[in-house]
């Protein structure tokens, strides 16, 4: 892109994110989904990453345990709930 | 002295003004020198001595907006100062090259067109008494054999037709008894060349210019804002302002107003800057305040960026701020936009190539920019009661806010790519703090680009507020009855995709068909047409009311497709090449063009039908008898589908993109 | 001090070399270069660069400057004193701008008097064919996938003073 010197961010997370796709075909059946899904969170906070994370590998890699975090505490919240109603 | 033209003439500069209803010209003696500095004078002796004996070069220090350089003034014109570069091979530093000559004197004597005595170059308002007329010629000058019918609009309308000689001495006296000041006409600069052609032909004179002397314009294809764009040679008349309504940017966004305010600011005349670009019309700006401020001009630039290590580069090499949007609809959306944000920054954060590093000595750019910037502000307060300052606000709006990305800085004279970093830099941090204000005050964040941000919640005015008490930069406000960001082909959002209400009814769009330049007149016509049914809707609900509607008008499009004619499937491209290494429909309708006989350079708007695209076949419009009908559906399912996105995010708010069934199948 | 394009090919100070090859080798061979980090590097790029993105961020002594117009580029080489140099080629850098190609292949020329100067593009184009015109090297090395269905392995040599890159050595390579 004309005014970059680097692949622009979303570009860069894009192309992780195929490769991630691409590897989760190799995995066993009943793992494959968890790759294509890492390789959709890679791009949820793919721009926002950008704005300190210089490298997309980094940037994707940020995107996917944010989304992760976030999981976790939603699974340790409905257990809390479980628990003690 | 009202001065509405102005040109270089044997070895002066002639203005023309108007004063109590006469137009005079004034011929002032003018024949500025360049500037020069050598790298190495000792080594360039030689060259120094002969430009003292031809062309009284003297010794003089130069003041550049980095300090001071000593240098020679040579009285000589820029075919001199480029043998001067390449004798020495390009180890030297030249100024006030390239400045046209009208531009300086006026700067020098700090005076500038469109204004009456003694008033401010940044007042809003243009007080003018010209006479304009309209001159219209019916048929298109590419093509049309003979001088078809002439239509002069002045206090009423007259038609010349016939004959072609008896249409051309009847429109040509009728401008002379007129003796307008400014003329308006569609596609003069590809009529005028024509007009000349057959006037020569027939011994007449032509009346446009006010002295018989015309400049002439010459054609070129150059880049602007990533499009490469084709610029008719047009031939300017002297002491009258001739505007090609069709093609001028300028007047286009700004009307004559916008015209007028350009010439005042640019020092330039309104000939010219109506047939500029708006980052040609803030260089201008740029050069004028140099000039005025006794700061040579700069003709190459040849400083490079500082030395930096990879990994500070990559930090700054970064652009505006971008977050992802959701797809979707959304309701009751509050879109914030910083005004002028680029050019805000330079003035607020003290931003020039020469502050790079000194950030305590005071910045040319911001000067420069400050009075425009506060100029802004007030037309745009101004315009939301008289409508009479559009025209000017949106020329202002133009030449702030495109000018300062990346190719701004890339061909200005004062521009330097650390600057443009700077500005990205500090935009960033803004947004982000504008977003962390607006979380802070319970609204939720849906979207945002570079420098604007869509929000959920109330009080948006309690908002706006801070934000501006904080970063003490203006914002506006926009409010959306509802909004639906597009998503791209893999499901997550696009940033430039979206549509929403306004309170007004109306649906304002980005990046969808309707909007994109070269959609067939055919598709846009029914986005169109959905688009206003679904402006009836002022609630998400609402919307469910118009879908049978809109889902008709896709249904009847698709039954008239078979019979629509050639001249709506047209597609029209700026075509910045002639060559093409892949087959592709645009190469094949350039061959067609030329097969035609009609003559194609790169950055020409090109009209086409395709009519097998499989083969890659397409015609000119004026030739197209048929067209693929296959391929038009698809692209008319495509142009559906970004408004059937909208109903179906309705009705299944929890739908993932992927998930969803093709709707084409609706 | 040198630098090894690919096995067998070096490069070395004092040279200044016109390089064609695919990205990828370029940049494998900036990356695994460990005397890129005991020497000071200039990465010289235009408007755009292909190789920069795949440079490791921990290369600490490789330094950049871009030029965004020729007169940028002519000034950036002048001033260039590093052990190595070497130039991304950017086309539009000499659009309308042709009467600077020559004093451009003199400066490489100059700088690679001292520096190891590397030239680099991944395909030819007409400006580039003037900027090597004066380089001491011309190395071409064509991606395997794109030769390999038009030239058989035997017909691969290399050529000296020959071929239509005339003026410097050339050499053919196979990926």
């Known amino acids: ?85 | 002295m009202w001065i509405l033209d102005s040109a270089y003439r044997n070895g002066g500069i002639d203005l023309w003004t108007k004063e109590g209803g006469a137009v005079t010209r004034v011929h002032h003696p003018y024949d500025p020198p360049f500037l020069v500095h050598f790298t190495d004078p000792h080594a360039s002796h030689d060259m120094i001595d002969a430009l003292e004996e031809r062309y009284n070069a003297e010794e003089c220090t130069i003041r550049t907006v980095f300090g001071s350089l000593p240098g020679y003034r040579v009285f000589a014109d820029r075919r001199v100062a480029e043998v001067i570069e390449e004798q020495a091979q390009y180890d030297v530093q030249l100024f006030n090259v390239d400045v046209r000559r009208d531009q300086r004197f006026m700067a020098e004597h700090g005076i500038f067109p469109c204004s009456g005595n003694n008033s401010d170059r940044f007042y809003p308002e243009i007080f003018h008494d010209l006479d304009v007329i309209t001159i219209r010629i019916h048929g298109e000058p590419e093509r049309s054999a003979t001088l078809p019918e002439v239509e002069v609009v002045h206090e009423r309308i007259e038609h010349f037709s016939g004959p072609e000689g008896t249409v051309l001495s009847a429109l040509f006296s009728r401008i002379s008894s007129l003796d307008p000041d400014v003329i308006l006409m569609p596609d003069a600069d590809a009529w005028m060349p024509r007009l000349q052609r057959l006037a020569q032909d027939r011994g007449l004179v032509m009346p446009f210019s006010r002295n018989g002397k015309y400049r002439s314009m010459n054609s070129r294809s150059y880049w602007s804002y990533g499009k490469m764009e084709h610029k008719d040679a047009a031939l300017v008349p002297d002491g009258r302002i001739l505007i090609d309504t069709e093609r001028s940017f300028v007047f286009r966004e700004g009307g004559l107003e916008g015209v007028l305010m350009s010439a005042r600011l640019s020092g330039l005349s309104p000939n010219l800057v109506s047939r500029f670009t708006p980052g040609t019309l803030i260089s201008s700006y740029e050069t004028y305040e140099a000039i005025r401020w006794d700061i040579a001009v700069p003709f190459r630039k040849s400083d490079g960026e500082t030395i930096r290590r990879i990994s500070t580069l990559q930090a700054a090499d970064r652009g505006g701020m971008m977050f992802q949007p959701r797809p979707g609809v959304f309701w009751n959306v509050e879109e914030i936009d910083f005004t002028s944000m680029y050019p805000s920054i330079i003035v607020q954060e003290n931003l020039s190539p020469e502050t790079i590093g000194h950030p305590e000595q005071p910045g040319f750019l911001p000067a420069v920019l400050k009075p425009l910037l506060d100029l802004r502000i007030r037309t745009k307060q101004l315009k939301k009661t008289d409508p009479a300052f559009n025209g000017t606000d949106s020329i202002l709006k133009w030449m702030l806010v495109t000018c300062f990305g990346y190719t701004g800085y890339k061909n200005a004279k004062f521009g330097r790519i650390e600057v443009h970093e700077g500005i990205t830099r500090q935009s960033r941090e803004l947004l982000i703090k504008t977003k962390d204000i607006a979380e802070e005050m319970g609204f939720s964040v849906l979207h945002g680009i570079v420098d604007c941000l869509w929000v959920q919640g109330a009080h948006v005015s309690l908002l706006k507020a801070r934000v501006e008490q904080e970063t003490r930069l203006h914002l506006e406000c926009e409010h959306f009855d509802w909004i639906v960001f597009l998503p791209l082909a893999d499901g997550f959002g696009a940033y430039n995709r979206y549509f929403g209400r306004l309170p007004d009814g109306s649906v304002k769009v980005r990046g969808i068909a309707a909007r994109r330049h070269d959609t067939p007149e055919f598709i846009r016509a029914m986005q169109q047409e959905m688009l206003t049914e679904m402006g009836r809707a002022g609630t998400v609900a609402e919307l469910d009311a118009v879908w049978d509607t809109v889902r008709g008008i896709y249904r009847k499009t698709i039954a008239r497709l078979p019979s629509a004619s050639g001249q709506e499937m047209a597609i029209s491209r700026r075509i910045s090449r002639l060559n093409y290494a892949h087959r592709c429909i645009e190469g094949a309708a350039v061959r067609a063009y030329r097969e035609q006989g009609a003559s194609v350079a790169p950055g020409m708007k090109i009209h086409y039908v395709v009519t097998d695209a499989k083969r890659y076949q397409a015609e000119p419009v004026w030739a197209a008898k048929t067209f693929d009908q296959q391929y038009y559906r698809g692209l008319l399912d495509k142009a559906w589908e970004e408004i059937a996105f909208a109903f179906r995010k309705r009705n299944q708010p929890a739908c993932q993109p992927e998930k969803c069934a093709n709707l084409s199948a609706w | 001090m040198q630098i090894e394009i690919r096995k067998g090919m070096s490069l070395y100070p004092g040279s200044c070399n016109a390089v064609v090859a695919p990205v990828h080798m370029m940049v494998s061979a900036i990356n695994s270069n460990a005397d890129l980090q005991r020497f000071l590097f200039l990465y010289i790029g235009g408007n755009y660069s292909r190789v920069l993105s795949g440079i490791h961020r921990d290369s600490t002594n490789f330094e950049i400057r871009r030029a965004f117009t020729a007169h940028q580029l002519l000034s950036v080489l002048r001033e260039a004193s590093h052990t190595i140099v070497l130039v991304e080629h950017d086309p539009t850098l000499f659009e309308g701008a042709e009467k600077i190609l020559a004093p451009v292949a003199g400066a490489l020329k100059d700088a690679g008097r001292e520096s190891l100067v590397i030239l680099y593009t991944p395909a030819i184009d007409r400006t580039f064919a003037a900027l090597m015109r004066q380089a001491d090297r011309i190395i071409e090395i064509a991606a395997a996938e794109d030769l390999s269905s038009r030239i058989s392995p035997r017909a691969i040599r290399l050529q000296r003073n020959g071929g239509p890159l005339a003026g410097g050595q050339r050499t053919l390579d196979v990926g």
Request: hydrophobic fraction near 40%.
């Open chain 1, 1 to 85: 892109m004309m005014g970059r010197t680097f692949v622009s961010p979303r570009l860069g997370v894009k192309d992780v994110a195929d490769r991630w796709a691409r590897s989760a075909r190799a995995l066993r059946k009943e793992d494959q989904k968890y790759g294509k899904e890492l390789a959709d969170l890679a791009k949820e906070h793919s721009s926002e990453a950008f704005v300190a994370c210089n490298d997309p590998l980094e940037a994707a890699t940020f995107s996917v345990l944010v989304e992760i975090l976030k999981r976790q505490e939603r699974l340790n919240t409905e257990r809390n709930d479980d628990v003690d109603p």
